[in-house]
């Protein structure tokens, strides 16, 4: 396969799994022709480790900008048509960018993703966070599914030209929902999900990273953006609900060992809405 790909890479403090990530890049069936690594002003030897690969680009930000900001300098700054980024704390198969090569050349088709996988689930903050928020669309390949991950995906530079970039407001989360939409409401601009391009997630969290990344994930993307008490409450409403669902489950289905991350990972995050709605910082 003849076709030139760029990839990027955000990253910020990632020196547990940024050189595994790039050694996937490396080692994929399809040879990429440009890898870009936009460090997010991180604070740990991620720089050191990134000096060590000759053939990469390093794009330094000075202060922390953000997921959707590192995601438009990655494109912007890529060579090539098509585009790949993953995660810095994501391996890719070796047949990944190959899988999806095929899919992104069919008419119609500018931007796919694949399928990541919890790699370390022996954690059981990992299981659960694999059980109830996985970032995959399942072993079934989908046309437009409700959106693509950002974890991996590829698209074309067009395509990204054409949406306006991503929302640089969105920091940790949400960029990737946000620009599936705008995808799909273009013509003759289909999403695709490829549960054959598999890729492997390193994150290994703790109940206090997995209760701060829960919490990310809810309140930097909620509606209603500026903290309040109403926003607070309606937030640990929703929390409570999702709380009761998940132990309704587990009671019909006589499995009781979530029990107790369950209730802690509601409490953590009610803990963090309510410092963060009365401005205390969060360490």
Do not use: H, R, W
């Given at each position: 396969m003849s076709i030139e790909v760029?990839?990027?890479i955000p990253v910020f403090n990632g020196e547990k799994t940024i050189q595994n990530c790039l050694d996937s890049i490396l080692n994929q069936s399809v040879k990429v022709n440009e890898i870009i690594v936009i460090?997010?002003?991180s604070k740990d030897s991620t720089k050191n480790i990134l000096e060590k690969y000759s053939t990469i680009k390093i794009i330094e930000n000075e202060n922390n900008k953000g997921l959707g900001y590192c995601r438009n300098i990655g494109i912007k700054?890529?060579?090539?048509?098509?585009v790949a980024s993953i995660d810095a704390d994501v391996v890719l198969d070796k047949f990944w960018l190959e899988i999806l090569l095929n899919e992104i050349t069919r008419n119609d088709?500018?931007?796919?993703g694949g399928n990541m996988i919890e790699k370390l689930i022996n954690n059981e903050c990992n299981l659960w966070r694999a059980k109830h928020y996985s970032q995959n669309w399942g072993n079934k390949d989908l046309?437009?599914?409700p959106f693509?991950?950002?974890c991996n995906t590829i698209q074309t530079k067009e395509l990204w030209d054409r949406i306006g970039g991503y929302n640089e407001n969105c920091t940790t989360n949400g960029e990737d929902m946000e620009y599936s939409a705008k995808v799909r409401q273009q013509s003759n601009a289909n999403l695709y999900y490829s549960s054959k391009a598999k890729c492997y997630h390193l994150q290994n969290d703790d109940l206090q990273t997995l209760s701060e990344r829960v919490w990310r994930y809810h309140s930097l993307g909620y509606k209603i953006k500026k903290p309040s008490t109403i926003r607070f409450l309606k937030l640990s409403v929703k929390q409570l609900k999702f709380l009761l669902i998940r132990i309704f489950k587990d009671i019909r289905k006589l499995e009781f060992k979530d029990f107790r991350l369950n209730i802690m990972v509601?409490?953590?995050?009610?803990?963090l809405e309510f410092l963060n709605t009365f401005n205390t910082k969060i360490k």
């Open positions: 760029s990839f990027y460090n997010d002003a700054n890529s060579k090539n048509n098509i088709i500018k931007m796919c046309l437009n599914p693509l991950y950002g509601f409490f953590n995050f009610v803990k």
